[in-house]
């Protein structure tokens, strides 16, 4: 039943964003239960945690870490356009407003993805 | 020109696709594609339909992926090959007729009706209303009940018990009705995790919508009143 959460065919781009939204929703959780379990590793002393931090701070992770970052923003940036309409706010607009969010995630993720690259290269 | 009709049949216990082609000419519908081929081709073929004129609602179909009346969508202006399907989140019964039993259960489920304290039909009165009162309602009135907002609501597609789209309006409609009273009954009705909080605006309800009524902003707003009303209610 849950997979129509994803069935986008024939569908307008509200519905992309709402099975995107989901998609991100899904992975930010499971990142969450490993970031919490990759913290709890400091436990085990401060080598092991150290060995994590240099297998995944790598250019090898980057594009991993880059694509975490677009679906945090993209979770974050299109909830606060839920949000908003939510509120029963602009939902005339709800279309400019999409587009307009979907800019934002792109800028902010474009940005985001130099500043990672410039500090795990080195450059 | 002939046009190629695929249509996914039910026959009661699997669901198949059969290919039709048929000769059409401008202007024709998707719905008298439909009658060619049950008057034509086969008769076994089944849909539902009735005023052949958007007012019913009855011949709602996906109809290339999207939730169409049958009777208003011109087959040409598709293209040369269609895809036709009963709508999603209802039960098929057989080829493109769906059980619309529960659909109307909701919608009668959140009192569709003008409710007033003086109701008095022995002795009627005019109940007045502005051009502005009216038009704060107006759009919603136009609902045809086809169900297309219900199928492609994805919270009806994963939860049996959701009012969904239309039977939310309705409760809109009403509520915004400067003649009606019965606004904290019908609140009560639509405020609980079945009702108005189940919505997650995907907003497809308001994309497919043939009579353009946007049901997701009468859902946001009754929200947005529920969720006042539920404040306040802390507070009392």
Not at chain 1, 17 to 38: D, E, K, N, Q
Not at chain 2, 8 to 23: A, M
Not at chain 2, 122 to 138: C, F, G, N, R, T
């Amino acid at each position: 039943m849950w997979q129509k959460w994803f069935s986008v065919k024939g569908k307008s781009l509200f519905s992309i964003a709402f099975s995107l939204h989901r998609l991100t929703g899904v992975v930010l959780t499971i990142y969450l239960c490993m970031h919490l379990a990759y913290l709890t590793s400091i436990r085990m002393g401060k080598e092991v945690f150290e060995s994590f931090i240099a297998t995944t701070v790598t250019p090898q992770f980057l594009i991993f870490d880059i694509l975490l970052v677009l679906a945090g923003i993209y979770h974050g940036v299109n909830g606060l356009r839920l949000i908003l309409h939510e509120f029963g706010l602009t939902y005339e607009s709800r279309k400019s407003i999409l587009y307009v969010s979907v800019a934002i995630v792109l800028i902010v993720w474009l940005i985001a993805s130099y500043r990672m690259y410039t500090f795990v290269m080195g450059v | 020109m002939d046009v190629e009709f695929r249509i996914r049949r039910f026959d009661g216990e699997k669901s198949y696709w059969q290919t039709f082609n048929i000769p059409v000419k401008r202007g024709m519908t998707v719905l008298e594609g439909l009658y060619y081929i049950k008057e034509n081709l086969d008769g076994s073929l089944t849909f539902r339909a009735s005023c052949r004129m958007a007012i019913c609602g009855s011949c709602a179909v996906k109809i290339n992926g999207k939730p169409r009346l049958a009777c208003e969508t011109q087959i040409l202006e598709i293209g040369n090959s269609l895809e036709v399907e009963p709508l999603d989140n209802f039960k098929v019964i057989k080829d493109l007729v769906t059980d619309f039993e529960g659909f109307f259960k909701k919608h009668e489920a959140v009192k569709p009706y003008l409710i007033r304290k003086d109701d008095n039909y022995e002795e009627p009165v005019e109940l007045i209303q502005s051009p502005k009162e009216l038009h704060a309602y107006y759009d919603f009135t136009l609902c045809v009940k086809c169900g297309a907002c219900y199928s492609v609501c994805p919270a009806a597609a994963t939860r049996d018990d959701y009012l969904g789209p239309a039977a939310i309006t309705a409760a809109y409609r009403f509520n915004a009705d400067s003649r009606d009273e019965g606004e904290k009954i019908r609140l009560a009705l639509v405020c609980g995790d079945n009702g108005v909080w189940r919505c997650h605006f995907a907003a497809e309800c308001s994309e497919v919508c043939p009579k353009q009524i946007d049901p997701a902003k009468a859902v946001q707003k009754i929200r947005f009143k529920s969720a006042i009303e539920t404040i306040k209610s802390i507070f009392r």
